[in-house]
């Protein structure tokens, strides 16, 4: 079993910067694909970012490329989202997610086996 735990949420003005992290436990996750999504009040759950294994590829969802970095320290068995230049529309509970296929970039929830239990991200315009 993995255990994740997000940190590093928030309220910050708009144009403002976040740093999240997850801490993964339980078992290492080098060998996990791992992923970012969001979640508005009253919306699906959002796919934002995707890291491979040893970090050698990442995608991001439109709406955010350009002002987040998913990152990863395998060493350290945890995940980052360096977010930047936030907009109130950034505003939702954060979780990170791990495949534990490692195989495929899955912008899908339903591609993740576990998940973190999620940190509020709060931007004021």
């Known amino acids: 079993q993995v255990q994740l735990v997000e940190s590093g949420g928030g309220l910050v003005q708009a144009g403002g910067s976040l740093r999240l992290s997850c801490a993964a436990s339980?078992?290492?996750?080098?060998?996990?694909?791992m992923g970012w999504f969001r979640q508005a009040p009253g919306k699906e759950r959002d796919f934002v970012a995707f890291?491979?294994?040893?970090?050698?590829?990442?995608y991001y969802a439109d709406s955010v490329k350009g002002r987040f970095t998913i990152s990863r320290d395998n060493a350290k068995n945890t995940l980052f989202l360096q977010m930047n230049s936030l907009k109130p529309e950034d505003t939702a509970v954060y979780y990170c997610a791990a495949d534990r296929s490692g195989s495929y970039l899955y912008t899908a929830a339903s591609g993740y086996n576990y998940w973190g239990q999620g940190t509020q991200v709060t931007v004021s315009s």
């Open positions: 890291i491979s294994r040893i970090g050698r590829s990442t």
């Open positions: 339980g078992r290492t996750v080098s060998n996990f694909n």
